[in-house]
């Protein structure tokens, strides 16, 4: 049992180029979201998702698009990278049971470095 | 807008001693609230909070949620040196998935 897993763990990458960061997990989670982490601004949510083809916007979206074909599987594209898109990318799941659904388990993040 | 603010921000203490930490949120259609540390990497989960007055335990750590007070605190006693991490709050709301996160209490632990 993997869990949550991501790829790649390090990325760098010039200013306008694209990128996918990957996430899987093998958990059986229907809820699956990703985080962006800055220095001293804790986790913000970027995109998540509450099952296969369904996705919603967290609170700062712009910039990043996300799709689930799968309940396994949640990838988050950069489209257009700027440096301000420098940061720790978590990808996060959850059962979405009852009194399960907020034990989220977090991948162990890409650092991502915009030039 | 939702917010969640934790204090302080960060805190130096001796190995036994015993902290509190503070969270409080403003969220819309507030439905949880959750505790998670973090040490090098990841974020590992503690507690969900739904219910007020309630406290819930593990080992050394407890939490309580004040819904009145819109507020939340994460008591640890006898700290150990492993216990240095980052303690992440999180307020979700009613739809299951839409966390805000406040910046997170760096504690220090020293021998």
């Known amino acids: 049992n993997a869990g949550v897993t991501q790829t790649p763990k390090f990325q760098v990458l010039k200013t306008g180029q694209s990128m996918t960061l990957q996430c899987a997990q093998d958990?059986?989670?229907?809820?699956m979201s990703w985080y962006r982490q800055d220095p001293g601004m804790g986790l913000r949510l970027i995109h998540y998702?509450?099952?296969?083809?369904?996705?919603d916007q967290g609170e700062v979206p712009n910039g990043y698009n996300v799709s689930r074909s799968t309940t396994e599987d949640f990838p988050l594209r950069l489209l257009s990278a700027a440096p301000s898109q420098t940061s720790v990318y978590f990808c996060a799941s959850s059962y979405s049971g009852t009194g399960n659904w907020g034990e989220q388990f977090f991948g162990p993040g890409t650092r991502l470095t915009v030039l | 807008e939702d917010k969640v603010v934790q204090s302080p921000l960060s805190l130096v203490v001796h190995e036994g001693d015993t902290v509190t930490l503070n969270c409080s949120y403003e969220?819309?259609?507030?439905?949880?609230l959750l505790w998670y540390k973090q040490e090098k990497k990841a974020p590992t989960f503690l507690f969900m909070l739904t219910s007020s007055g309630i406290e819930k335990k593990s080992g050394r750590l407890s939490s309580i949620l004040d819904k009145k007070e819109l507020s939340s605190i994460l008591n640890i006693t006898a700290t150990q040196t492993g216990d240095s991490a980052i303690y992440l709050c999180a307020a979700g709301d009613n739809y299951g998935q839409n966390f805000v996160f406040g910046p997170g209490t760096r504690l220090s632990v020293l021998p």
């Open positions: 958990m059986n989670h229907e809820y």
């Open positions: 969220v819309t259609n507030f439905r949880s």
């Open positions: 998702s509450v099952g296969a083809g369904i996705t």
